[in-house]
């Protein structure tokens, strides 16, 4: 009778093994299929292209500039901002371009336009500014983009845009 129970006791053993490996084969397959549904999603999401975000750091970089000149450091603080946000952005969702590793290089740069400001400094905004222009074409230039030139703008695109710092009432 011994023999027998422990005959029994081990094939308790067995089936509750048997059946925590089915219950855990059944939830692996559960989220197996989750994770392919959330990859097959995930392939479709959009993701900005790297020219998208080049544009973006354009338009930024024209309005840092007559926002500048105008003396207005709060709107030029925003968007010496709004560039450093879409360089991390880069950093991020554009991981498998040359380029994105070599964004780094706009750092020290970004970093004297930005004392510039923080010091409402216009000559040495002035200075930084030309400073952050070259090495944006040279960074063009390293990754074989030298027919992308940037320059100090001389007219503004934005002409439904004040840049100076007081708020005007629209009539």
């Known amino acids: 009778m011994k023999l027998y ?3 029994l006791v081990l094939l308790l053993v067995m089936a509750t093994g048997i059946l925590s490996c ?5 939830n692996d397959a559960a989220l197996l299929a989750r994770i392919d549904s959330l990859e097959k999603k995930l ?5 900005p292209g790297f020219g998208e975000f080049m544009s973006s750091i354009q338009v930024h970089h024209a309005k840092l500039w007559f926002a500048g000149q105008a003396e207005n450091w709060k709107l030029a603080d925003f968007e010496v901002h ?4 879409s360089l991390d952005d880069l950093r991020v969702f554009q991981t498998e371009r040359k380029e994105s590793k070599m964004i780094s290089m706009l750092d020290m740069p970004l970093d004297s336009v930005n004392k510039a400001i923080e010091q409402e400094n216009l000559p040495r905004f002035n200075k930084a ?3 952050l222009t070259n090495t944006c074409n040279h960074c ?6 030298e027919f992308n030139l940037v ?21």
């Not at 089915?22 to 059944?26: A, D, G, N, P």
């Open 5 to 7: 129970t422990q005959y």
């Open 22 to 26: 089915q219950q855990t084969t059944s």
């Open 43 to 47: 392939s479709k999401s959009y993701k």
């Open 82 to 85: 709004e560039i450093m946000e």
């Open 129 to 131: 500014f030309v400073l």
């Open 140 to 145: 063009h230039a390293a990754n074989a983009f």
């Open 151 to 171: 320059k100090i703008p001389d007219r503004t695109p934005f002409d439904n845009q004040d840049f100076g710092s007081r708020i005007k009432r629209i009539k």
